[in-house]
Nanobody, 124 residues
């Protein structure tokens, strides 16, 4: 079992940056692929980015490619999401998620553990 706690959300202006962190507990963090999802009001939760367990493979949604970067520090049991050039349409609750397998998944159903979410608001 992995417990996940996100932090780093907040209010930022268009074009600004934020870095989200997700701290995991449990022995399996380093063998778990990790992902970030987001959910805007009235919309489905959508995939944003994911990293394989070792960090060697990453995947991004088209809407964030070139602006967001996922990384992880397994020694600290932490995964990060660096978000640059933020847009109002990036406003959402961002969720960290982990899966029992080391390989990336792109669907909500691929993930077994979820954090409580952190709000990101981008003002225009």
């Amino acid at each position: 079992q992995v417990q996940l706690v996100e932090s780093g959300g907040g209010l930022v202006q268009t074009g600004g940056s934020l870095r989200l962190s997700c701290a995991g507990s449990g022995r399996t963090f380093s063998t778990s692929a990790m992902g970030w999802f987001r959910q805007a009001p009235g919309k489905e939760r959508e995939f944003v980015a994911a990293s394989s367990a070792g960090g060697g493979s990453t995947r991004y949604a088209d809407s964030v490619k070139g602006r967001f970067t996922i990384s992880r520090d397994n020694a600290k049991n932490t995964v990060y999401l660096q978000m640059n050039s933020l847009k109002p349409e990036d406003t959402a609750v961002y969720y960290c998620a982990g899966r029992r397998y080391p390989y990336i998944g792109g669907r909500k159903s691929d993930y077994d553990f979820w954090g409580q979410g952190t709000q990101v608001t981008v003002s225009s």
